[in-house]
Nanobody, 127 residues
């Protein structure tokens, strides 16, 4: 069992920044790809960014140049730094530990049937 707890969501104006955090057990980083997903009500969940076990990072096209995935040195927290936010970034953001590589995460997404997921944190960007 991998318990994931997100925080850091909120409301921000377009052009602003937010940093999401995800508390995770240390072993998760060595066993799984750690990733961020997002979902707008009525739409499919999509991969935002993934951090492979070897440290490789992958981003969805919409996230490149604006979002940065990282972790702390103690392997206790996964981050998603988001800058230059746009109204279309408004969504529920989820942290996940999944048994797939980061490239698949950001290109095809991952069903919530696989891996472990947090409860989500809402990000709202106003114009």
């Amino acid at each position: 069992q991998v318990k994931l707890t997100e925080s850091g969501g909120g409301s921000v104006q377009a052009g602003g920044s937010l940093r999401l955090s995800c508390k995770a057990p240390g072993y998760a980083f060595s066993m799984y790809t750690m990733a961020w997903f997002r979902q707008v009500s009525g739409k499919e969940r999509e991969g935002v960014a993934g951090l492979d076990k070897d440290g490789s990072k992958k981003y969805a096209d919409f996230a490149k140049g604006r979002f940065t995935i990282s972790k702390d040195s103690a392997d206790t927290t996964l981050y998603l730094q988001m800058s230059n936010l746009k109204p279309e970034d408004t969504a529920m953001y989820y942290c996940a530990a999944v048994p797939f590589d980061a490239d698949l995460v950001v290109t095809r997404g991952v069903s919530e049937s696989f891996g472990y997921w947090g409860q989500g944190t809402q990000v709202t960007v106003s114009s």
